[in-house]
T-cell receptor
Framework: ETGVTQTPRHLVMGMTNKKSLKCEQH?????MYWYKQSAKKPLELMFV???????ENNSVPSRFSPECPNSSHLFLHLHTLQPEDSALYLC?????????????FGPGTRLTVL | ELKVEQNPLFLSMQEGKNYTIYCNYS?????LYWYRQDPGKSLESLFV?????AVKQEGRLMASLDTKARLSTLHITAAVHDLSATYFC?????????????FGQGTRLTINP
């Protein structure tokens, strides 16, 4: 695998379910990000991890819970979601402290909450 | 709070024509990024602009940055159908050893034969 991978690619869940989104980066980067992309809003940053520490939490509801066990993996745990949480969830990574700090994105998980 | 605005939001053009997408941002930043997104796909990095006056070109796309005017442009020359996509600009805010990108709303570009 190369670049940034995300699983699953599609997820349908009920409001009472618990599920997790997984992201893995194979680029040797030290920062990882979760974004939400809805149909009618700009891309929204949800969480940022740098060197496995959370450095940003953009007022995201507690029904979204991130986890970064190491610099290559990032999870987004979901529980009791609402229909308005249906969106494309994108993971990204970047290498800080050097270079252009460009963020590389994964293919996304298309989430539908029924 | 950093805000990023793109215009136009929708653009339909004929093949062979030239056009420009504009990206304005509200506070000082030293880095601006352009991304492309095809329907149902992820974001693909196009350009990273690091300094005032920076200009980068790749094929029929050229991006420039004026940090004093807080403006970036993405110019399309002699458009072809393959360039149909949504284009996003993003501006960097640094936070504690990582970076926060603030994205524009995106410009959906449709190129007609």
């Amino acid at each position: 695998e190369t670049g940034v991978t995300q699983t699953p690619r599609h997820l349908v869940m009920g409001m009472t379910n618990k599920k997790s989104l997984k992201c893995e980066q194979h680029l040797g980067h030290n920062a990882m990000y979760w974004y939400k992309q809805s149909a009618k809003k700009p891309l929204e940053l949800m969480f940022v991890y740098s060197l496995e520490e959370r450095v940003e939490n953009n007022s995201v509801p507690s029904r979204f819970s991130p986890e970064c066990p190491n610099s290559s993996h990032l999870f987004l745990h979901l529980h009791t979601l609402q229909p308005e949480d249906s969106a494309l969830y994108l993971c990204a990574s970047s290498q800080e402290l050097a270079g252009a700090h460009e963020q590389f994105f994964g293919p996304g998980t298309r989430l539908t909450v029924l | 709070e950093l805000k990023v605005e793109q215009n136009p939001l929708f653009l339909s053009m004929q093949e062979g024509k030239n056009y420009t997408i504009y990206c304005n941002y509200s506070t000082t930043s030293d880095r601006l990024y352009w991304y492309r997104q095809d329907p149902g796909k992820s974001l693909e990095s196009l350009f990273v602009l690091l300094s005032n006056g920076a200009v980068k070109q790749e094929g029929r796309l050229m991006a420039s940055l004026d940090t004093k005017a807080r403006l970036s442009t993405l110019h399309i020359t002699a458009a072809v159908h393959d360039l149909s996509a949504t284009y996003f600009c993003a501006v960097r805010n640094r936070i504690q050893g990582a970076q926060k990108l603030v994205f524009g709303q995106g410009t959906r570009l449709t190129i007609n034969p």
